[in-house]
């Protein structure tokens, strides 16, 4: 089965861009992790307390079907730097993954538009790559897939059941393909994935997530469009 990434500041921003999509794919019998930028220490350690809000979250995402989350302590965000490159792309050598999401690297806001570019350098060579904005007054994010989902949650943990059975019987079902064609194909319901040239606007359906690709060739190519 293909692996996903999704990359975020907090637990909550993933949370609000992202979760009808992740739960889409990990019923649909994707392995979806989740990486976690921390800025420093006492942030670290807000994770780590069971009364902290972002504690709770870290644990809605595997309510929603986040398999593991990957925290990234004392990520700096001050710049695109080797160091932050280095600590992303060590998920991602790991993980594997035939899609990426992460913020937009045109966001307004300074942590995600610097976990964003240093994201693209980590992610050299992933076929697929989707952007999400939080920011709805951001005019320069251009969303082209449109991912609209009414799902039961309850489904994701018997369809990580099936997939612990499976990679057990077949220890090779993990091996993802790295040519990236399969990453478009992660969204199973092709009819809950529209192409859509709208510009960005100011209100955004509760129930419709909307990311702009960053590489469109190989999702053309795929024959999604």
């Known amino acids: 089965m293909a692996n996903v990434v999704v990359i975020g500041c907090s637990p909550s921003d993933i949370l609000s861009a992202c979760q009808n ?27 780590s307390s069971t009364l902290s809000p972002e504690a709770a979250n870290i644990s809605q995402l595997t309510a929603i079907g986040i398999n593991k989350t990957f925290p990234i302590d004392s990520f700096d965000f001050s710049a695109i730097t080797q160091a932050n490159a280095d600590a992303v792309n060590s998920v991602i050598k790991n993980v594997k993954p035939t899609l990426v999401i992460i913020p937009s690297w045109k966001s307004p806001n ?22 999400y904005e939080l920011d709805v007054n951001n005019t320069s994010f251009n969303p082209n897939i449109i991912f609209e989902a009414s799902v039961d949650r309850s489904l994701v943990q018997k369809q990580r059941a099936k997939n612990n059975n499976d990679s057990q019987e077949n220890p090779r079902a993990t091996i993802t393909n790295q040519d990236g064609i399969d990453d478009a194909e992660s969204f199973e319901n092709k009819s809950m994935l529209q192409h859509n040239g709208m510009k960005a606007t100011n209100s955004y359906e509760r129930m419709q997530e909307q990311f702009e690709s960053h590489r469109t060739l190989l999702l053309e190519e795929s024959g999604l469009f």
């Open 21 to 47: 999509t992740i739960t889409s794919l990990a019923i649909g019998g994707r392995t979806v992790y989740a990486v976690i930028a921390r800025s420093d220490e006492s942030e670290s350690a807000s994770y």
């Open 110 to 131: 300074h942590k995600r538009k610097i976990l964003a570019r240093t994201s693209l350098i980590a992610c050299r060579g992933i076929g697929t790559i989707l952007m």
